[in-house]
Structures are given as C-alpha cells and as structure tokens.
C-alpha cells in the first residue's frame, strides 16, 4: 500500500464497551457495514491500553479479507503488507518493534519482535535482550503492550509518557532510581518516593531555597516541590490544603511527613519571638519516641496514623499547629514478634536507668523487662538510645514542658515495665495469685500511688455484678495474664492520648486561623503471613482513602477538559464503594462484630460464622478459604487479602476489668488517676461523628453499650475524610524498592505489588482511557517542526499551523484534541509522531550524507579525471611530435613565423601612428582652448582682488588706527596704576627681607659663639690629654726604679747566699740530724709553694687570654671605627660638593636680587611718566573728545557708514568688537560728531600734530610694558630654576638629618670607647699593683727560705725570670694601648672637628635654604602680582578679582537638622548625579566637619557627626529595597570617609593630596572613631544593595540563563506530563538572556552615574556574577529536563554573552568570570563525550571546580532529547566515581546562593578641591555660607 493510499484511509476506533468488555470495530468486508467483535479483557490485557483510538495502518489489532494482513512487524506494530509482497526485517527500522512480556522473576521482560507477525498467528517470534531467541504464544485477539521509545524513557512524569501501563512505569521507575539515582517521580498528581535506604544530599536548606516560589513542573520531583504547591494554593487561593502520605512500613512515610513540615517551617518562618515552627518540628522527636517502633521492615516504624494540621494566619506565617491521631498499635506494649522492638521510650529509659534523675525507678537494662525482650534484639544498629533520650527530654522542654511533668510520663512508662514482670502463679487449674512481695509489684504501686494487697488481689480475681448478687470470680493464669496486659495497653494507650493532647496544647495559639495545611502520615495497605484485627483496619481506612483519590483524580481530569473546552465524555473507573459497605453498612462486618461484642459468652468463632452465613456466595467481595474454617478472605482494591479471626473481640472490646478500673482511679498519683476518671474531658479524638454509610445502621438499645475500638476508628475515619473532601489533596506514595533495606536496589515483585496497592496505575489506567498526552502549542511547534511544510510554517499563527500540521500527519481527527493552550493525544499518538520525526530526522541525515558522499565523490573522480586528461595530453602530444617533427618541417614552420611577425608588426605600427597624430592634433587644440579661458578668467579674479585688497586694507587702517589709540590710552591709566601698587607691595618685602636678614645675622653670631665655645671644649681635651701622658711617663720611670732595685737585690741575696753556703760547709757535720727534719718541713713546703705556683699560673694564663681577647675586640672597634671615619669624609666630601652647588646658587640667586633695585629704579622712572602721562592725559581729555568727533564727522562725510559695514565681513566686525562694546560708543559718537563739525577745518592740523605726539608717547610706553613684561618672563624663567634647585636642595636637606644621627651615634660610639679605655687602664693599674704585691711577698718567702736550700732560690730565681718577661709583656701591652689611645684621640678630635663642621655646614646650608624659600616666596608675589596687572591692563574694563575661598561651609548649630534633612532625608538621587560632582552631599558634610573643627567645638562636631550617621541610617531603612537610593548612599558614604582619612592629617592618607589640600586637614579633632562607624555603615549599606540586586536579577536567572535558548536549531522539547505547566502560544513576557544582561547593564550605569568605587562596583559585579552560576547551577541540578548536551551548548553561548558584557564594561580584573567557572565546567559536562576511560579520566581532570557529588548528580540526570544521543551508563559514572573517590571535597550538592564574598573599601582621595565646590539651588541650603 503507498504512503498516499494510507493517509487518505480511515482510521479504525476502538472503545471500551463496559466494565470488563471492550469492543473493536472490525473492518468492513465490503461496503460500509461494520462487524463488531467482543473481545473480553485478560491479564495482559488489564495493563494493556488496548481502548486507545488510533489509525488503522497503527492500530493493535485489525480484521482484512482478501491479500491484505495486519502484521507486527519490524516497521511497527498493525502495519499492514500484501500477501505477495516480500516482509524483510531491515536494522534500520527497528524503532518500534520492542514489547513486553510476563516474566516470573522480572515481571516484565523486554523483548523485540524477530519475525514478521501475520493475523491468526499463535507464536510470535522474539528476541530477548540477552540475545536468546523466544517462541511466545499469544491470543490473537491480545498482543503485547509496547515498549516506549528510549526518548520517552527516564521521564519525570510517568504520564508524560505514550504508552501507559504497568510495565511502562515499572521501567520508568528503575531506570529513574537504579540507574539515575534519582528517588522522586511524578504519576499525575501522585508524587512516588521510593526509599533510598541512604542518606542522600537533597534536603539541605539551599535546596528548600531552590524549590520556594517555583512551579511544580518546572523542577524535578521532590518532597519539596509537593510542599511548595500546597503552600502555594494555600496562599493564592486561601484553601485549606492536605498532603496524604502513605506507603507499607519501611517505606519513608514519618521521614517524607518531616521534610514536608521542615519545608513548611522554613519558607513561613514568623517574625515573632514565640518560634512556633520551631515547635511544630519539636513535636516530630517525641511522638516518635512513643508511637515508633522497630519491625521486621523498619527500623522506625509509625505503629499509629497521624494527621498534624500546620495552622498559618493571614501573611501565611505558622501560628500554631494540632495533632490526630489514629489506631494506635496497643499490642505492641505486651508483645512484639521476632526481632521487633516495643515503642522506642522504653528502649531510652533503660539506657539511662543508671542516671541520677532517672534511679527512683528503679530500671534496669532493656533485657530484664518481659515487654521490651520479647524480639530478642534490643539494640538497633546506628542507633543510641541513650542519645534519643536526651534528644526527647531537650524536645520535651522546648515545648514547655517542665522536668515535673517529665518525670511523671517516665513514671507510668516504668511502671508498665514493672507491670510486665509481676509474677503470676497458678494455684490449681481455676485459680492464679500474685505475692504482695513481689519486688516489680512493689515498685508498680510505689510509682502510681497504689496499694499492693488490692492490685495483687483483683489482677487474679473478677467481680461478677448480678441483679440478686456480687460474685468475685478466680482467674486462671491465662486470664490473669491477659487481665494484666490488658492493663499495661489501657495505661500506654491512656499516656499517649495524654502527650498528644499535651503537645496540642502547647502548640496552640491565641489569634484566629486563617488557612492550615494538613500531613496525614498514615499505614498503607497491609498483607501479611497473619492478618488481624489490626490489618483490617489499616486496610479498611486505605479503601476510604481510596475512593476519596479516585474521586479527585476524576475531578481533576474534569476540570482540564472544561478548562480546555475539550468535550467531556464518561470515563469507567474502578469504585470500591462495594467494599466499604460490605465493612461498614448496616448488617456488615463492623456491626456484626460490635453485636458479637455485646454478648456474654460471644466467640470469634460465632462471630466468624455470622459472616459465612451472611456473606458467602452472595458477595461477590467476600470468600471462604477452603482449607481454613478460622479465617475469611476480602477482595480489596489492591488485593485479596486472608484475615485471621482470632483475637478480633477482644482486640475490639479493649477491655479492663472494672475492679483494677477502679484501683487505678483511686491512686495517689493525680496523672494516674486522671486516666481513670468516669467522665474525662471530651477530645477530638474520642468524640463520636455520625457515619452515614450507604445503608442505614441500627444503634444498640443497651445504655451499658461501650465504643468498642471498631466503632471508634469508625468515627474518626469519617471525620478525617471530612477532613481531607474540604481540603486540595497532595498524594505522596512511598515506595519500599526491596526488603533488604540495600540502597538503590529494585525489586521488581515488591515494587509492582506496592503500586498496584497506592493507587498509582488507578490513575494512570484512568488517565489513558482519554487523552494522557497533553502538549502545550509552543512545545509541539518547537519539538515537531521538522515534519512541517514551508507552506504551513508560512503561517503566522502557531496554533493555526499546530492544527494543520496535525491534520496531514493524522487523519483521525478522534486522536487528538485541541484545547485552548494545549493539544490532547491518546495513548501512542505521541510514540507515532515521535517515529515520524525520527524517520525525518534520520531521511534528512541520509540526505545530508548522500550529498557529502557524492561530493567527495565527485571530487575524487574529477581529481582524477583530470590527471588522466593530463596524462592523455602529454602522451599524444609526444606521440604527435614524434610522427610529425623532421628537419624540413621545422624549417618551413621557423620561416613562416618569421615571415608572420615581420608582417603584424608593420601593420599594428602603421594602425598605431595613425591613431596617434590624430590623438596629439586634438588634444593640441583642446588644450590650448582650455587654457586661454582659465587665463582670461584668473586674470579679471586677479584684478578684482588686488581692487578689494587695497580697498579694504585702507579702510580697515583707519578704523583700527583710531580705535587703537582710543584703546591704548585707557590701558595704559590701568597698567600704571597696577604698577604703582606693585611697587608699594615690593617695598614692603623688601622691608621683610632686611629684618629677616637682620635676624639671621644675630642667629649667625649666636652660632660662632657655639663654635668658639666647641673649640675651648677641644682645648680642654687636649691639655686633658696631655696631662695623661705625663702620668703615663711618670708610671713608667716609677717601674724602671723598681726594678733597678729588685735587681739590686737579686745580687745582695746571691752575696748572701755564698756566704751562707760557707757556713753550710763548716757546719754541715753539726747539722746533719736537723738537716732531716728540715728536709721534711722543706718538702711540704715545696710542695705548698708548687701548688701555689700553678695556681698562679692558671690565673695568669687566664688573664692573659682575657686582655689578648679584649685587646682584638678592641682592635676589631678600631678597625670599625676608621671604616665609618672614610665613610663619613666621603660623605663631608659629597657635602662640600652640594654646599659648593648651593653657593653658586646662593650668588645666583643674590645677584637676581640685585635686579630688583634695577627693577625699582625703572618702576620710580615709570611713576615719574605715569605722574607726567596722568597730568597730561586730564589736560586732554577734553581736546580728545572734540578731535574724535572731528575725525568721526569727517569719516562720515567721506564714507557711507552702510557701505562699509556691508563691505567688513562678520569676522572684521568681531574682531573690532572683541575689546568692549566699540560699535556701542561709534554709535555714541556718531550723534557727539554732529554737534562738532563746523569745528573741524580749523582744528584739524593742531589736533593731527597733537595725536602723533600722543602716538610717539603711547609707542614709548608700549616698550617699556614689553620691557616689563621680558622681565616678567626672566623672572618666571629664574622661579623655574629656582623650584628645580629648592627640590634637590630639599632632596639633599633629607639626607641631612641622616648625617646627624650618624654623627650622633659616632659620638655616642666615641664616649663608649673612651669609657672602656679608661676601664681598662683602671684595670691595668689594678694589675700592676697586684703583681707589684706579689712579687715583695715573694721576696720575702725567698728571704726566709733561702738559707734552707738551694732548690727553693733556683725555683724562685726562675719564677722572677718569667715575671721579669710578663711584666716586659704587660708593660708593652700598656704600650700598646697608649698609642690605640692616642689613635683614638686623635680619631675623637677629628670626629669633633668634623661634627662641628657638619654642623656648621648643615646651619649655613639651612640658612641658605630659609633664604631662598623667602626669595622664592617674593618672586612668587611679585609673579602674581605682575599677572594680575597684565592680565587687568589687557581687558578694557577692570573686573573685581575672585575671592579666595578657605574649604569650609558655616552653618548655625540651630541650623543643623535642616542640613541633614535637606541633604540626606529629602534628597534624591536623580537631581545629583546629572552634572555634579561624584560624592556632593558627602563633600558638602566634610566642609561643614572643617567648620565645626576650625572652631575647636567639640559638642559642635559631635553631634554634626551623629546626626550624618543617624540621618544615613534613616534615609537607608526607609529606602531599603530601593536600588538607587541604596547606590547614592554607599557611594557618598564611601566619598565621606575617603574625606575624613583624605583630611586626617595622617602621613599614610596625605601621599597623593596636593599641597593645597594638605592645608585643609583636620587641626583639632581626631576622628578615626567615626570613621571606624561610618564604615561599619557602609558595609551595612553594602550588603542590604547586594540583597536588593540579588532579589531583582534572581527572578530573571534561570529564565534567562537556562530556559532560553536562543540557538537556531538547538530546542529540542520532550514530552511533558501532567505536572508541565500551561502556557498562552504568545510566551512574550518570557525572560531571555537579553533581560538578564539589561539588567546587569541597568545595575551598573547606575552604579557608574552615583559614583562609586571602580573598585566597589568590580566587587558587586562578582558578587552578582557568582549568584547567576551558583543559581544557575542549581538549578540545573534540580531539572533533569536541562540537562542534555543543546542545553550544554546554550549555557555555554549565555557565558560567553556575560563574558563579553565584562569586556565591554572593562571588568575583566573583578574576577567575576572566576565565578562562572563551575557552571562553565556543568557546560562542559554536558557537551563532553562520555563513554571511554579516556572519557572518565578527562572528566576527572578537567572538572576540578565541581565536587564529585556535583559531578555524578550531572552524570546521572543526563538526558538525552533525541534518539541520536546515547545515555551515561551505569558503569560509565562507577569509574568516574571511583576516580573522583580521592577528592576531599565537599559533600553538599548545592551551592550556597546566599554566601558573600569579603568587601573592602578602597581609600580613594578626591581629586576636588573643596574651595572650588560651590552649593548648588537645587539643594535649599541658602543657609550656608563658604568662607
């Protein structure tokens, strides 16, 4: 069939046909009768959109007759073939050809169709993704469904996608969270969060800031985008709104109810004090701590439901917030199953049993309790319990509730514990008893205030009330155990009613609630191995939440087709109204068990049985187990689910017995008691609500009737479902992947089995029996605009072209649907366009490379043709020349082209002489015409000139002759007036100078006396010194005499000691025996005297080394010294230099004074004549003016005055004009001339003789004004040069005060010296006469052991030996330092001689310098002064010369709120910044701050401060959200302080001031307080403009910067859900990246015309820029749509547009563009290949500004948006995780929007003088005044 024939045929429809039927036309066999056959609806086809309207050449299933076949082919499934045609499977066609199959294990199994499939075929032939081949049966009359496009895959809406059913979304759902990681789905209005079983970085605060104020599918999916639409109806339309989370235990319900009231509490936070979202988050901890336990699925399982309405008052702010609460699991406080837990409280209270508050209840550990042991496990892995517990108490006392009414819960919750371990003994097979010794009973009753004997008692016995009598009956054991467990529940349940209500109470609040938002956290649907009463109930509340859904999907999906003007039709959806009255109608399973409840004796079992008789076989709903007579089945919504009968009274009668009733309320303990009483205070919870169920229910006539729990439920059912109808629904349907709690792992089984139970294929199956594809006009433009026509897209109106378009590519008008802002598909539609669009897509890439094929084709095959042509060429011609070449010929063919150029030559020559004769001729004789014109006309212009030019010239003589001399005389009265002051003003100087002269004189005198005074000083010295050498000759004489002596000596004890050697002869037999005693003594004292000896010689040696160091210390001084003594002559010489220089200029400079008195005599000259000139001119003035109306009378009469004017031009009139009003006063002597002519003739010869006698004076004195005037410019020529030399004077006077101090410090160095010489002397004498003493006291040790023996005088004869050489030493060492002395003196001299020198050097020099700043001073005068009078002898009429301002403003202090009001409060932007200085109002302060510190007021200039800094602040705080009004001031407040450190006086802020500016610091007052607050404020001020522009740009951001794309050729526009936004076709009002970049433009003229900072304005455009990527980025992270590779490439062109905004505005160097490096890096990413390890390891390099989070987010968000790119697979992001597994990055995906870089304040001086800034009108500050 051709693609012609197919569109012009009729589609086949197919629609459903009743509840469990649908119906499929069939295609008529002949004419146009049409069969129907009736196909009933199987398993598959129960998920199979097989009621979807399409064509016939696409539709699932289709009847033919003759050769014609539907097929399931290759090419798409229902494409139909002809029998004789070949079907050949072809690669390239395979878009369309996947479907779904069952499979036990995956559910559902992908699969491709390998064989063509032809009707009545039962295999169909399929290739399976392992690449194993399948047979698979199917019906006929029920394909499989297909599989999406992969396009379609990944989707944030599951209705966004073509094909809807279950294993679609099952598919959609692994790949979001297996493969993308990415938790949150959208199905319609249903929100599916699947439990991560990890701690995932999404929740942060940034994120929360990214998700307020956005639309919900404009993000991708989140727990927060939910909350954010529920505030947001809430604040736009004030309705109540609800968010209902369910899902199975495990699966993140409690979690996913907290991060929604986290959202809430955090974008409505309150300006009060009271904190209340602080509160309501509070409640979270502790009723988790009493209602959570853990179970086999959930380590933190809410064993209860709740329903927490957050209450806001009219500006949406929390005020308050209540709880309900909902069948709470009683049993779990007596039993828990295997590796459960009790509530956690218990497991807490036992951790920190071992604390002091905690020991009066006697707890123990968590395993000695019978309630909390009962699992096995009581520890929780990664859990503290004892953390928790003072988690909850912080908790408890944040919301008020004091440690009292802490330790009174922990009491009752001890004492269940207790309660749980009192033993109960069984007496006999009827009878129990309990010992009253029990230590646990005793602690119970000690807790609760009870007695013992009566607990004991009736825990084992029952009163039986009769009409005749009271019987108190025995238990058994069993009952006893039950009894008691029945009052452990009753108490538990009691407290935790108590808390909640407690909790509500502190969260109420005073004023009235205007909207709340309601988080129903409740149980989803339950189906466990054993089902009880609590399943039932669980399941049965589900069912109501059920129907309440279906009922708002419906609702919903109505109101978008009225919204769009679609027409509505009738929709079957599944209602389970059945099944809640077969609960809860009259005669149900609730009443009949309330009726069972109500009998004595009544049994489950009777209970059971009434069900069987009343149900089975006539409820379709309702079965009977084969094998059970205990249990009975329900067929839910969901599933069937088999209930245990066991337990269901008791567990609905909730008993206690009345006598342990009656204990409990009589105990001592008030909470206790509370619990008990008969007639407690109603609550919300308990209150009984009518029910009106579908049949009527009959009440029990008994007034001893008690609520059973099933009535209860009952109630609070009906009310929470009130509730929920007045309120907008949000569904969030929690999803547990799999039962090993493994992160990121999807079971498909537990998966497809929650989802069927939630609901969420309900509404997908009720939104694919319409049109669940739904297209906004601009998105089907954008994304389907290649299968258009030129002369559709033509067309002006998109809408019009969308309905044209759709019209060719889809004949049945039935599958689609155009609304008002969108186009509505049924199911496959968009899959079809989709394969249209990939065909035409993958034709024009065919096309495309056919073109580019055939043209390297084509040039391949022309480059070679063209090499064989050349080839060809060159071999034939070879050949030819070969065969036709010979001697004969080339000389035939040589002649002829001989022959043939002589001849063309001749002939050309003869053609070309011709032409050129012909050519001169006329050229001759036009030339010669042309140049006899220009001749005759240039010689009448020549003539007529040299007319004008005499004319004019004589006429332009006289005038300016006689207007001259008129002119020259009135300057000349003025510039001798001038030069008459100046001179009285040089007489005065001149006076100055001689008493300064005078004075420096005196100060000269007074310095020679200084010096004569030095000198005396230096006389002292030397005779001082003189005195010393002296000494030192004495000493030395005394030394030699005492020597001389000591040898004398030596030679009497050497006569001595022969004699005594003789008598020792004579006398040596007498002595013999004394001689051993005097050996003895002799030895000891030899011995003594050695000992000595060496001691002295260690003392000695050490002294030596001593003076030997002191000595090179002293040399190495010395050394120093005379280094510093050349460098000090170099620089005496470098001064004697520039002294020489200063001299020459000091003679200079004298000798130019002596102008002066030239100067003086040629001014008394010019007094003289001007004296003579003054006499003269009053003489004839009169004479003046009667020759000047002479010669104006005479010019009139010789000349016409019109004439002349019209023969002057415009340029000689304002030339004549430019000295004053002239033509004024020629029309003034006009009339004076009439008067004076008959005077004329007679007085014409005087007057001329008068006039050049005038003229001749008026020439003398204009040279002597020249004269003056190349004196002037001498003198300007000498201040030049004496400004250059005072610089380097000045410069060399700098190093003067060097000099001084080194002076200083060498004659501090001089006085150490001379210190340390005399130390040493002092030290020699010492030592001189130590050994002096030493040697007379060995003189006499010899002297009284000498006639002893002769050993001791050789020893001593050798000691005075080496004490003779060290006295030689020591007296050459004196040598020594003698002459260092006299070195150095003669050193210290010529350092004084050179110090007094230096300073009288350094006095001339700085005499010299005082001088010639005077003369410099007076030259400056008498410039001025010169300047002035020339510039006043030029003009013709004199002006007052300006005032000289001083920089100040003075203001009254009564006047000083006026100046800040005017200035600062009432002041607007727009008025200053057009044509006035930056900073004006900031300069104006700073004058007015002079004033106040010229007068030395303190109080004055305090509070002028104050009051600026208040009025800044003011002015600020009213305007804080107004950009310019913000930019005014931070810039004036910047130019203020820059002022106040400018004029501060301090050396670090006055470099770049002028010297005039240096004149106008602060004198008194040191401000740099006020600095230190003024730029406090300006930071303030800072921060509070960066907010305002934040808050401006940030709007526009993502608009402009990501949803934008302003790239032909890039939109690439998926398929959307339900969640997409609407949108109008005209989307005008749309941001671009224009917008983004007006604004940035906006922001920084502005910036620019107020004038701040370059610096400031770099910094907030960093900070800008850095909000734009970090938002950007975040959001990008956020919107898995945004990230492909065109979105890539368009973020990447928005940064080269921001990097070209930097260039234009030349802020390359704010390092703004460093900012962008993230987002830049996000581009890159996206763009960049990704799927070798080259490709990983590139990314690893390259992405150094993205953390790793960052990166795999990136990563596992990409999308492709089309079917030519490839997703990022799994393995590809492990290996670049791994890789990035070495950063240390951080782990926080969002960036911090909110983060400000360090501002700093640059000092900038102000260039503007402040004597020159004058008050401008527009101000009102009349009153100031500049002084």
């Known amino acids: 069939m051709s693609e012609e024939e197919e569109e012009r045929e009729p589609g086949v429809t197919i629609w459903p046909g009743g509840p469990g039927v649908w119906r499929l036309p069939s295609r008529p066999e002949s004419g146009s009768r049409r069969e129907t056959r009736v196909i009933p609806s199987g398993p598959i086809l129960s998920h199979l959109p097989c009621w979807v309207q399409l064509p016939r050449s696409r539709c699932l299933a289709a009847y033919g007759s003759g050769d014609s076949h539907p097929v399931a082919g290759p090419q798409g499934v229902g494409m139909e073939y002809r029998a004789e045609e070949s079907l050949v499977f072809t690669p390239e066609q395979h878009t369309y050809n996947r479907v779904w199959i069952p499979d036990p294990e995956e559910v559902w199994k992908s699969a491709e169709i390998s064989k063509d499939y032809r009707v009545g075929d039962k295999v169909l032939r399929l290739l399976l993704e392992d690449g194993t081949e399948l047979d698979y049966s199917v019906d006929p009359e029920s394909l499989p469904p297909l599989r999406n496009p992969d396009i379609l895959v990944g989707e944030n809406d599951l209705t966004a996608l073509s094909y809807l059913h279950e294993p679609a979304v099952l598919h959609n759902l692994r790949i979001r969270f297996a493969e993308s990681k990415l938790i949150y789905t959208y199905s319609g209005i249903i929100l599916v969060a699947m439990n991560p079983y990890k701690q995932l970085p999404i929740y942060g605060d940034a994120i929360i800031h990214a998700y307020s104020g956005q639309n919900m599918g404009d993000m991708d999916p989140h727990i927060f985008a939910v909350a954010e639409e529920a505030y947001k109806q809430m604040a736009r339309n004030n309705r109540n709104q609800s968010i209902i989370v369910s899902g199975e235990s495990g699966a993140g319900k409690t979690v996913s109810a907290r991060y929604a009231m986290r959202y809430f509490a955090t974008v409505s936070k309150s300006s009060s004090t009271a904190h209340v979202e602080d509160k309501v988050l509070a409640s979270n901890p502790i009723t988790e701590a009493v209602g959570n336990a853990k179970t086999t699925r959930n380590d933190n399982s809410s064993r209860f439901g709740k329903y927490t309405e957050i209450s806001f008052d009219e500006r949406n702010q929390i005020i308050g917030a209540n709880m309900r609460t909902y069948l709470l699991e009683k049993s779990r406080v007596v039993f828990q199953s295997e590796n459960e837990r009790n509530y956690h409280i218990f497991y807490q209270l036992c951790a920190s049993a071992q604390q002091s508050e905690f020991k009066h209840l006697k707890l123990g550990t968590a395993e000695e309790f019978n309630y909390t042991r009962m699992g096995g496990n009581t520890v929780i892995e990664g859990v503290n319990d004892r953390a928790d517990m003072i988690e909850t108490q912080k908790t408890f006392t944040l919301l008020g509730f004091k440690e009292d009414f802490q330790m009174d819960v922990f009491k009752i919750l001890a004492a269940i514990l207790h309660l749980g371990n009192v033993q109960i003994m069984a007496v006999g097979n009827e009878r129990s008893s309990v010992s009253e010794d029990d230590s646990h009973l005793k602690v119970f009753c000690e807790l609760l205030g009870l007695e013992s004997s009566q607990v004991a008692q009736w825990l084992c016995n029952r009163k039986i009330i009769t009409s005749s009598e009271t019987v108190v009956k025995p238990m058994t054991r069993p009952q006893a155990v039950n009894a008691r467990d029945a009052l452990a529940k009753k108490i538990y349940a009691h407290l935790f009613d108590f808390i909640v209500e407690r909790i509500n109470q502190a969260l109420q609040f005073s004023g009235k609630q205007h909207t709340f938002i309601g988080v129903l956290d409740i149980y989803g649907f339950e189906t466990f191995d054993v089902n009880s009463f609590e399943q039932f109930c669980i399941n049965y509340a589900n069912e109501k939440l059920q129907q309440q859904f279906n009922l708002h999907v419906f609702k919903l999906e109505q109101e978008e087709y009225m919204k769009e003007d679609i027409p509505w039709t009738l929709i079957d959806f599944y209602d389970n109204q059945p099944v809640i009255d077969l609960i809860e109608a009259k005669m149900g399973i609730l009443e009949l068990l309330d009726e069972e409840c109500l009998l004595p004796h009544g049994t489950d079992e009777n209970w059971l049985q009434k069900l069987y008789n009343n149900f089975v076989n006539k409820n379709s709903l309702f079965e009977k187990p084969r094998m059970s007579n205990t249990s009975f089945i329900i067929q839910h919504f969901a599933d069937k689910v088999e209930y245990k009968c066991e337990g269901f009274l008791e567990k609905n009668r909730d008993t206690v017995y009345d006598m342990l009733v009656e204990v409990l309320r009589a105990s001592k303990f008030h909470l206790c008691a509370s619990f008990f009483q008969e007639n407690p205070v109603p609550s919300p919870f308990s209150a009984m609500i009518t029910v009106k169920s579908a049949k009527q229910v009959i009440k029990p006539n008994s007034k001893h009737f008690r609520t059973t729990v099933g009535s209860k439920f009952r109630s609070s059912l009906y009310l929470l479902m009130e509730t929920l109808n007045a309120t907008t629904p949000h569904y969030v349907r929690c999803i547990k992947p799999n039962d090993e709690k493994l992160p990121f792992e999807f079971d498909s089984k537990r998966i497809v089995q929650q989802l069927r139970a939630c609901g969420v294929l309900e509404t997908i199956r009720i939104g694919a029996q319409s049109y669940p594809s739904r297209w906004t006009y601009i998105e089907f433009y954008s994304r389907y605009g290649i299968l258009m026509t030129k002369q559709e897209l033509s067309l002006s109106d998109k809408k019009e072209i969308c309905k044209v378009v759709l019209h060719r590519l889809i004949q049945d008008s039935n599958q689609y649907q155009f609304g008002k802002t969108k186009i509505f598909f049924r199911a496959g539609q968009v899959a079809y366009l989709e394969k249209l669009r990939l065909d035409k897509l993958r034709q024009s890439c065919i096309m495309i490379q056919k073109h580019v094929r055939g043209w390297l084709q084509r040039r391949t095959f022309l480059r070679e043709r063209r090499a064989a042509v050349t080839i060809q060429q060159y071999f034939r011609g070879q050949q030819t020349v070969r065969k036709a070449i010979t001697a004969t010929a080339l000389k035939e063919a040589w002649a002829a082209i001989v022959i043939q150029k002589h001849c063309r030559g001749y002939l050309v020559r003869s053609l070309y002489q011709l032409i050129r004769v012909a050519t001169i001729t006329i050229q001759a004789y036009t030339r010669g015409l042309l140049a006899r014109r220009a001749y005759r006309k240039m010689l009448e212009e020549h003539k007529a000139v040299i007319l004008q030019k005499y004319a004019r010239a004589w006429l332009a003589r006289r005038r300016f002759q006689n207007i001259r001399r008129f002119v020259l005389n009135i300057q000349l009265t003025y510039r001798v007036q001038r030069l ?378 050798r000691e005075k030996e080496k004490l003779i050489d060290k006295i030689h030493e020591m007296q050459e060492a004196s040598e020594h330092l003698k002459r260092q002395f006299e070195t150095e003196s003669e050193v210290k001299s010529s350092f004084r001689q050179e110090a007094s020198r230096l300073t009288l050097e350094n006095r001339d020099l700085e005499e010299e310098l005082d001088m010639k700043d005077r003369v410099i001073k007076k030259l400056q005068d008498q410039v001025r002064t010169l300047t002035k009078t020339i510039e006043k002898a030029n003009d013709v009429q004199v002006s007052p010369g300006p005032k000289e301002y001083l920089g100040m403003l003075e203001y009254k202090r009564e006047d000083e709120a006026k100046l800040i009001q005017n200035l600062i409060l009432d002041l607007k932007p727009r008025g200053v910044v057009v044509n006035m200085i930056p900073g004006l109002p900031a300069h104006i302060l700073f004058m007015c701050v002079r004033y106040a510190d010229s007068l030395n007021d303190a109080n004055m200039l305090k509070s002028l401060m104050n009051s600026t800094i208040n009025g800044i602040k003011q002015v600020v705080k009213e305007h804080l959200e107004d950009f310019e009004m913000l930019s005014f001031w931070l810039s004036n407040t910047c130019h203020f302080l820059n002022c106040l450190k400018q004029y501060s006086g301090e050396e670090e802020f006055m470099k770049h001031n002028s010297p005039h500016q240096n004149k106008n610091c602060l004198n008194n007052f040191d401000l740099s307080e006020y600095r230190q607050i003024l730029s406090d404020v300006a930071i303030r001020i800072y921060h509070q403009f960066i907010v305002v522009m934040e808050n401006n740009i940030q709007p526009i951001i993502v608009p402009g910067m990501l949803e934008y794309e302003s790239l032909q050729g890039i939109s690439g526009l998926k398929p959307t859900g339900f969640r997409k936004r609407s949108s109008s076709v005209d989307d005008t009002d749309a941001y671009t990246m224009t917008s983004v970049l007006q604004q940035l433009s906006y922001f920084y003229s502005t910036m620019c015309q107020n004038g701040l900072d370059p610096e400031l304005v770099r910094q907030a455009v960093k900070q800008l820029f850095f909000l734009i990527g970090a938002v950007t980025l975040n959001s990008l992270f956020l919107r898995k749509d945004m990230c492909s590779c065109r979105k890539g490439m368009q973020i990447r062109c928005n940064i080269s547009y921001l990097e070209e905004w930097l260039k234009d505005k030349n802020l390359q160097k704010s390092l703004a563009k460093e900012t962008l490096e993230p987002l830049s890096q996000a581009a890159w990413l996206l763009q960049v290949k990704k799927t070798t390890d080259s490709d990983a390891q590139e990314i690893y390099e390259r992405c150094t500004s993205l953390s790793a989070v960052q990166i795999i987010k990136i990563l596992n968000s990409y999308t492709p948006i089309d079917d030519f790119e490839k997703r990022v697979t799994p393995s590809f992001v492990r290996k670049v995780q791994a890789l990035l597994n070495s950063r240390e990055d951080s782990s926080q995906l969002m960036l911090d929007t909110k983060y400000l870089f360090q501002v700093t304040f640059p000092f900038t001086p102000s260039p503007h003088a402040l004597e020159m800034i004058e008050l401008p009108s527009s101000f009102k500050l009349g009153f100031l005044r500049r002084l």
């Not at 005394?1038 to 004699?1059: F, R």
């Not at 050349?1126 to 001064?1135: D, K």
């Not at 010492?1326 to 005088?1353: D, H, M, Y």
Request: a negative charge; aromatic letters at 4%.
């Open 980 to 1357: 008459q002051k100046k001179l009285e003003d040089q007489n005065k100087e001149n006076h100055g100078l001689v008493e300064k002269l005078t004075s420096l004189a005196a100060l000269r005198a007074g310095d020679v006396e200084k010096i004569q005074k030095l000198e005396a000083e230096l006389e002292r010295a030397a005779a001082h010194r003189q005195n010393y050498e002296e000494k030192g000759r004495r000493y030395r004489g005394a030394m030699e005499e005492k020597l001389a002596k000591l040898q004398k000596h030596n030679s009497e004890l050497e006569t001595q000691k022969e004699q005594a050697q003789l008598k020792l002869q004579q006398k040596t037999e007498e002595l013999k025996e004394k001689m051993d005693d005097l050996t003895k003594q002799l030895f000891d004292d030899v011995q003594k005297e050695e000992r000595q000896r060496i001691l002295l010689e260690k003392s000695f040696e050490l002294k030596t080394q001593d003076y030997e160091k002191q000595i090179q210390s002293l040399k190495e001084e010395i050394k120093a010294l005379r280094d510093e003594k050349m460098q000090l002559q170099h620089q005496v010489e470098e001064e004697h230099i520039t002294s020489a220089g200063l001299k020459g200029e000091v003679a200079r400079l004298s000798q130019q004074a002596k102008t002066i008195s030239e100067f003086e005599k040629e001014i008394e000259l010019l007094q003289a004549q001007k004296i003579d000139v003054e006499k003269h001119v009053q003489s004839q003035k009169r004479e003046m003016r009667e020759k000047m109306s002479e010669i104006t009378r005479q010019l009139l009469e010789s000349y016409d005055i019109e004439d002349v004017r019209s023969r002057l031009s415009t340029e000689d009139l304002e030339h004549l004009n430019e000295d004053g009003e002239l033509w004024f006063a020629y029309e003034g002597l006009k009339k004076a001339t009439r008067v004076l002519e008959s005077h004329f003739q007679s007085q014409k010869d005087c007057y001329e003789k008068e006039i050049e006698a005038l003229n001749f004076k008026v020439v003398h004195l204009s040279q002597e004004i020249n004269h003056l005037q190349k004196l002037f410019r001498e003198e300007n020529d000498i201040n030049e040069s004496i400004r250059h030399e005072v610089a380097r004077l000045t410069s060399e006077n700098m190093m003067i005060p060097d000099f001084k101090q080194q002076i200083s410090e060498l004659e501090k160095q001089k006085q150490d010296l001379e210190i340390r010489l005399n130390e040493q002397t002092e030290k020699m004498k010492g030592k001189l006469e130590e050994l002096s003493n030493q040697l007379n006291r060995n003189r006499e040790e010899e002297g009284t052991q000498r006639k002893a023996v002769e050993a001791q005088n050789e020893i001593h004869t």
